[in-house]
């Protein structure tokens, strides 16, 4: 029961690690804590319903629309919302609040148009592989490997790539990058499709996997935060340990307690990590001056 439960941890760390770099990505290069990302995620799923169940197309073609409408959402936020407040020098309270506002919002006409209930992608039983009584279903299997091999090729992207280095450039000094050419609102824009690329791919694997509501992006979008509060908002590599370790950590509660701690055990791990390792158990501590 114990590999059981580990394993699961693993699977569902994986989409926690995507979906805290699709976050972090945004954060450490912007500063914005950009709340409206769990909006992102949970829309995806809804896009992908509208075109299987209203639209009737094929399951894969639903989920490449909904993948990009969902991006081209995350650009229209950044256009529309946090690039007129970066150009009249809003602070973070005030870029905070409009993110909030576009979350509260973006819910509300959610479950107008299509209810509060939990709608699914995939109504029938999930096909799944037995092995010395370690079940695994085939959502499962994808889930690790898609979200694992994403993260690959965004490790890539980001090490091995003139546009990696122009994201870096941004995050180690805004005002250098600014004077050696680099245009932000190009590189935001990237960012941004970045980031929501990653919370509809995971938004789709979750909604397949256990369902959705117009709710469902506020507690995975916490997960993401303190997976990025662990990794000490250092590099792709420690999203990645850090995703699995909370996961395997929630399994862990789950297989001694219950269910009912696991998000829990999650604002526990958030409070001590802000007290007492703000860095992060991967960063260091640096002096400001």
């Known amino acids: 029961m114990l590999l059981q439960f580990l394993l699961n941890g693993?699977?569902?760390g994986s989409v926690y690690a995507l979906l805290a770099w699709?976050?972090?990505i945004v954060y450490s290069t912007t500063k914005i804590f950009h709340i409206a990302y769990a909006l992102l995620f949970m829309i995806a799923g809804y896009f992908t319903y509208f075109?299987?169940?209203i639209l009737e197309f094929p399951l894969f073609l639903s989920i490449g629309i909904s993948?990009?409408?969902t991006i081209l959402i995350s650009l229209l936020i950044e256009k529309v919302v946090y690039l007129p407040?970066?150009?009249k020098k809003a602070n973070s309270n005030n870029i905070l609040v409009a993110s909030l506002g576009v979350l509260i919002v973006g819910i509300n006409v959610i479950?107008?148009?299509f209810g509060n209930e939990t709608k699914v992608l995939n109504p029938e039983i999930s096909k799944s592989i037995s092995v010395d009584n370690i079940i695994l279903t085939y959502s499962q299997i994808t889930q690790v490997i898609v979200c694992l091999g994403i993260l690959l090729l965004l490790m890539l992207l980001i090490n091995k790539t003139q546009l990696g280095l122009k994201i870096r450039a941004l995050k180690d000094d805004q005002e250098l990058a600014i004077v050696h050419g680099l245009k932000v609102s190009n590189t935001r824009a990237i960012l941004f499709l970045l980031s929501g690329f990653s919370a509809a791919v995971c938004g789709n694997l979750i909604a397949y996997d256990i369902g959705f509501d117009p709710?469902?992006?506020t507690p995975i979008f916490l997960n993401a935060v303190v997976v990025m509060i662990i990794a000490g908002n250092k590099n792709l590599?420690?999203?990645?340990?850090?995703?699995?370790?909370?996961?395997m950590l929630q399994a862990l509660v789950i297989w001694k307690f219950s269910a009912n701690w696991q998000e829990a055990i999650t604002f526990i791990l958030l409070i001590l990590f802000l007290i007492f390792r703000p860095q992060g158990l991967f960063g260091s501590k640096h002096r400001e001056i």
């Open 22 to 24: 699709g976050f972090s």
């Open 85 to 87: 407040l970066f150009k």
């Open 51 to 53: 075109g299987t169940s």
């Open 215 to 217: 709710y469902v992006g």
């Open 10 to 12: 693993i699977i569902i």
């Open 111 to 113: 479950a107008l148009f």
């Open 237 to 247: 590599f420690t999203v990645i340990w850090s995703g699995l370790l909370l996961g």
């Open 67 to 69: 993948i990009s409408i």
